[in-house]
C-alpha cells in the first residue's frame, strides 16, 4: 500500500533529524535538527513564562534548536526564544548554550538585540529579548531587492559598529548574515542569534582572524 504524503514527510524529518545527531557527534559546530515544541511543551512553556509575569502570544519563528514566542509584560513586548534542552545535542547543550549565554548577559550595544530577561529552568531556557518589528535584513532585500546607496551605507555603518563594539569585548559572532540582522520599525540594525558565538584570545590565530 502507497505511504500517504504525510507519512512521507513525517518520515522524511525524522532522517533529517537523525542525520543531525549523527553529525552533532562529529562535528564541535552545532547542527540544525528539528526544533518544534509539542503541544505539550508549549503549554508548559506557556504555564512557566505567565508564572514569570509574561503574556504569551504568537509563534514568530523557529530555528534549529529554538521556537520564538511573542511576549508582553507590564505594557512592554518582547521576543522571546524557547531552547528545549533535551531536544538539543550534548555539545550544544553542554557547550554552546552555556557560551551563549554568558555571552549576551556580558554585551550591550544600540545595534546589537538587548536580552532584558534569562530565564534558566532544568529542562528549558527562556531569553527575553527586544522585539525587531522590521523583520530581518535578508526579508528586507528580497522585498526591495535594491537598496539605495544612502540606506545601504547605513546599514553597513551600523553593522560594522556592532562587530567592532563585539571585537573590543573579544568576542567573535560566527553567524553573521542577513537573517541575523533584525531591524526596527525605523530601520535600527539590531545584530541577533548569538549560537556561535565564542570568547576569541587577544592574539587571534589564524582562524580566528577570519571570524566576525
Avoid at 508564572?51 to 509563534?59: C, L, M
Avoid at 530577561?117 to 528580497?142: R, T, Y
Avoid at 520599525?185 to 587571534?204: E, I, M
Wanted: with cysteine; proline share 4%; aromatic share 8%.
Amino acid at each position: 500500500m502507497a505511504s500517504s504524503p504525510k507519512n512521507k514527510a513525517t518520515q522524511k524529518a525524522s532522517d533529517k533529524a537523525d542525520k543531525a545527531k549523527k553529525a552533532s557527534q562529529q562535528t564541535d559546530e552545532p547542527v540544525e535538527e528539528i526544533q518544534v515544541e509539542s503541544p505539550e511543551e508549549a503549554v508548559d512553556s506557556k504555564a512557566l513564562l505567565e508564572a514569570h509575569g509574561y503574556t504569551v502570544g504568537k509563534t514568530l519563528g523557529s530555528g534549529s534548536y529554538s521556537t520564538v514566542k511573542l511576549v508582553s509584560k507590564e505594557g512592554h513586548t518582547y521576543a522571546c526564544k524557547i531552547v528545549c534542552r533535551d531536544r538539543t545535542s550534548p555539545i550544544y547543550r553542554l557547550k554552546f548554550l552555556p557560551r551563549e549565554l554568558q555571552i549576551l548577559g556580558a554585551i550591550r550595544h544600540p545595534n546589537i538585540t538587548y536580552v532584558s530577561q534569562i530565564i534558566d529552568e532544568p529542562s528549558k531556557v527562556f531569553i527575553i529579548m527586544e522585539l525587531a518589528s522590521g523583520g530581518d535584513l535578508l526579508e528586507k532585500i528580497l522585498k526591495v531587492k535594491r537598496f539605495k546607496e544612502r540606506r545601504a551605507y547605513e546599514y553597513f555603518m551600523q553593522m560594522a559598529k556592532a562587530l567592532a563594539y563585539l571585537h573590543y569585548k573579544d568576542i567573535a559572532h560566527r553567524d553573521l548574515k542577513c537573517d541575523n540582522v533584525l531591524l526596527t520599525s525605523t530601520n535600527v540594525v539590531k545584530l541577533a542569534d548569538f549560537s556561535f558565538a565564542r570568547y576569541c584570545s587577544k592574539r587571534p590565530t589564524f582562524m580566528q582572524r577570519r571570524y566576525a
